[in-house]
Every structure is written in C-alpha cells, then in structure tokens.
T-cell receptor, first 115, second 115 residues
Framework: GAVVSQHPSRVICKSGTSVKIECRSL??????MFWYRQFPKKSLMLMAT?????????EQGVEKDKFLINHASLTLSTLTVTSAHPEDSSFYIC???????????FGQGTRLTVV | AQSVTQLDSQVPVFEEAPVELRCNYS??????LFWYVQYPNQGLQLLLK??????LVKGINGFEAEFNKSQTSFHLRKPSVHISDTAEYFC?????????????FGTGTLLAVQP
C-alpha cells in the first residue's frame, strides 16, 4: 500500500517557540492531505484539509494563525504550530489518499510536548 | 452532518475468545465505513472498509465487519483474539458523495486481550 511518512516522530519545545511537522507521501502524489489532533485517550479530531497550491481549509474552532499549514508540493504538507503553549501538547497525525481513492493512509504521528 | 458512536470505551477479553466492537453512525447521506487500528504512539492502519456490495466485509488479521443499514451499524468482530490484537480501534465514516475524503472518527475502543 501507499506510504505516508511523518517527521519528526517526537519533539519537545519550549513555550513560545514554533514547531514544524512534515507529512510526505512517499510513493504517490496527494493533492489533498488531512491533519488530525489526538488527545490522550480521545478520538482523532480533524484540524484542517491541506490543499496543494491553495489555502488550507480549517475546521470550526481551529485557529488558522496558530496552526499554519503549507502544501507546497504534491508530496509534502507541513503543519507549523506557532508560539506553542503547553496546551498544544498532543499527538498530531496526517493522512493522504492515493489517487483520490477512498482509503486514507496515515503517517506515524508526531508527539509534541511543549514545556 | 455525520457522527460515529462507539459505545464501549474499553473491551476486556481473554485470549482466544470472540469479540465484537460496536459502531453506530448517523448521517443524512450515504457513507463509506471504515475500521482502523492504532497501536501505541503510532498512526492508524486500515483493518477493513465498506464501500458497496456485500454487507459482510473481511479485513486483515482475521477481522470482519457487517454493515447494517437499517440499524446504521458497522460492528467489528473477530472469532478468536490474540494478545497482539490489543490496541485502540476506531470506526470512521466519510461522505460517499463528498468533494473530499474527510473522515469522521468515533471515540475509539480499547481492546484489551488478557492471557
């Protein structure tokens, strides 16, 4: 199956700094990628839909200026958590669909800890 | 709007026993249905999906699920579980006719297999 790679797998940063998370489709092109946030023992919450070459579509309640998404190429989407705070600590996961198909392929996730 | 309900947050079961993880959904449109598995600190892996056709769907690792339109359910079953099946299981839906493949997840069920 298709492979989605997410990097880094873990990151610890200080409050007030920014962190960038990368999501790559390794063997297929993805015009759309999705970013999810998962709280401990909770479900995945869709944050935004990343669209190649255009602005991301954010879900209600997600701060656009806080979570910057850039989808600069057909194989790479990035999520930047700006001015991070401890409450931003979470597990962030991306996904993409090969050829616009129905199956989502997920990255390995990124554990962000803000201290 | 769509929603997914997984009533059981945790299901303890002994090894080699059968198990059923429940999933009910609500939607005003036709949907695709999915079950994903998540191991600790990892992304999600697709177990199986229902797109159309036979309502009994077989997936990986011996799992199967049955789509019941009248009861709006998509319960996951396995006749004999192994220790290695211990993980978080998520049911998800997407809009069949939607412009994107956005997934809506249930809250997850922790399958805890005991020796």
């Amino acid at each position: 199956g298709a492979v989605v790679s997410q990097h880094p797998s873990r990151v610890i940063c200080k409050s007030g700094t920014s962190v960038k998370i990368e999501c790559r489709s390794l063997d297929f092109q993805a015009t759309t990628m999705f970013w999810y946030r998962q709280f401990p023992k909770k479900s995945l919450m869709l944050m935004a839909t990343s669209n190649e070459g255009s602005k991301a579509t954010y879900e209600q309640g997600v701060e656009k200026d806080k979570f910057l998404i850039n989808h600069a190429s057909l194989t790479l989407s990035t999520l930047t958590v700006t001015s991070a705070h401890p409450e931003d600590s979470s597990f962030y996961i991306c996904s993409a669909h090969e050829g616009g198909g129905t199956e989502a392929f997920f990255g390995q996730g990124t554990r962000l800890t803000v201290v | 709007a769509q929603s997914v309900t997984q009533l059981d947050s945790q299901v303890p079961v002994f090894e080699e026993a059968p198990v059923e993880l429940r999933c009910n959904y609500s939607s005003s449109v036709s949907v695709y249905l999915f079950w994903y598995v998540q191991y600790p600190n990892q992304g999600l892996q697709l177990l199986l999906k229902y797109l159309s056709g036979s309502t009994l769907v077989k997936g990986i690792n011996g799992f199967e699920a049955e789509f019941n339109k009248s009861q709006t359910s998509f319960h996951l079953r396995k006749p004999s579980v192994h220790i290695s099946d211990t993980a978080e299981y998520f049911c998800a839906v997407s809009d069949r006719d939607g412009a994107t493949n956005k997934l809506i997840f249930g809250t997850g069920t922790l399958l805890a297999v005991q020796p």
